[in-house]
């Protein structure tokens, strides 16, 4: 380890960061945590094949800082933290990989408490239930996160509607959905079901096949999805799609999809605000998901858990209504008020 090492982990205040190498298991895992001022840390687990160890810890330390300020804006009593496999997703001998990984959470003693993420699955999370009770998103329980995600988003949008065009409803509207994987699918769905008009785009073309089929979308390329023309642009897939390349092709009045860390950089969220484009923070807006497993933590029923999700549509306002009071971009109201719940929550602790 070096200096760098240890500035790149104290930049964003993350309170530790757990390697573990199991060589029998095939494991290699990094877990992050954030920040634990309003509860255990909560955040999924992803596994993905990085180009190098430094780009999976990058991609934690994001994430993880993300699940904080999603559970404290989303008004829940978590913290945040994030894991990362480093290894290939479509992997077939999972039981030792993710056993491995459930003894590298049991290790944390209830600091962290895990669950599916991109490339994992509620079958894996399965197999760290052997190792650790530390885990949420199991199969017959809370399960498939990406309906109540959709939910989320769905509301989330309407909520950046009524803003930009002074009603919420998103009929007639023109939707780009980049990623018609499960969270787009069941988003899709809502939009059409209300009367939006659908142009989408993903690398598997099983999924576009499905969405054209069954609500009527246009597919493009997924090289084009950023140039077409539309009102609402919604990332659903992996993040940092909103760039130097992309920001100069989109014609849309807003910004609000459901993948993580959408942003290259937060400049690219001044660049947007400067545009005139409303974008709805990935964190505030996709927080259904951490929703959906809190409601297996707190004991929820599926119903109150959709209503908690419906009321990303009031966060959404909030946020946006913030940013025009101080003339800030959205981004940065979101954090001002996620952080203004973690000062209250420490403050109570310190009295």
């Not at 008004?75 to 993710?98: H, M, Q, T, W, Y």
């Not at 809370?142 to 009929?171: F, I």
């Amino acid at each position: 380890m070096n200096d760098g090492l240890f500035e790149l982990i104290g930049e964003h205040r993350h309170e530790q960061v757990s390697i573990w190498n199991d060589r029998d298991a095939g494991y290699r895992g990094i877990i992050a945590i954030h920040n634990t001022a309003l509860g255990p840390a909560l955040g999924g687990t992803r596994m993905w094949h990085y180009e190098n160890d430094l780009e999976a810890l990058i991609d934690v330390l994001r994430l993880s800082r993300g699940m904080t300020y999603k559970a404290a804006l989303g008004g829940l009593n978590l913290g945040g933290g994030k894991s990362v496999i480093v290894g290939d997703p479509k992997a077939r001998n999972r039981e030792p990989i993710f056993r491995a990984h459930g003894r590298h959470v049991q290790s944390l003693g209830g600091r962290y408490i895990t669950a599916e993420d991109v490339g994992t699955s509620t079958h894996d999370m399965e197999f760290i239930r052997h190792e650790t009770d530390h885990v949420v998103g199991l199969a017959g329980r809370s399960g498939d996160p990406s309906p109540v995600t959709a939910l989320g988003v769905y509301r989330g949008m309407k909520a950046c509607a009524k803003v930009a065009y002074g009603k919420d409803s998103l009929a007639g509207k023109t939707v780009t959905v980049q990623g018609c994987g499960h969270v787009g699918y069941y988003l899709c769905k809502h939009l059409h079901e209300e009367g939006a008009k659908l142009i989408v785009s993903d690398i598997d073309d099983g999924r576009v096949q499905r969405v054209v089929e069954e609500f009527g979308a246009i597919a493009v390329a997924p090289r084009d999805i950023y140039g077409a023309k539309a009102d609402i642009f919604a990332p659903c897939a992996l993040g940092a799609v909103i760039n130097d390349d992309t920001i100069p092709v989109l014609e849309v009045d807003i910004i609000a999809g459901a993948a993580n860390n959408q942003l290259h950089q937060e400049r690219h969220g001044d660049v947007l605000h400067e545009r005139g484009v409303i974008y709805a923070p990935d964190y505030a807006i996709n927080a259904g998901g951490l929703i959906n497993v809190n409601a297996e933590v707190e004991g929820w029923s599926l119903e109150r858990a959709h209503r908690k999700a419906s009321e990303i549509y009031d966060t959404i306002l909030r946020v946006l209504q913030l940013a025009s009071e101080k003339g800030i971009p959205s981004y940065h109201a979101a954090d001002l008020l996620a952080e203004q719940r973690l000062s209250e929550a420490v403050a109570k602790v310190r009295h």
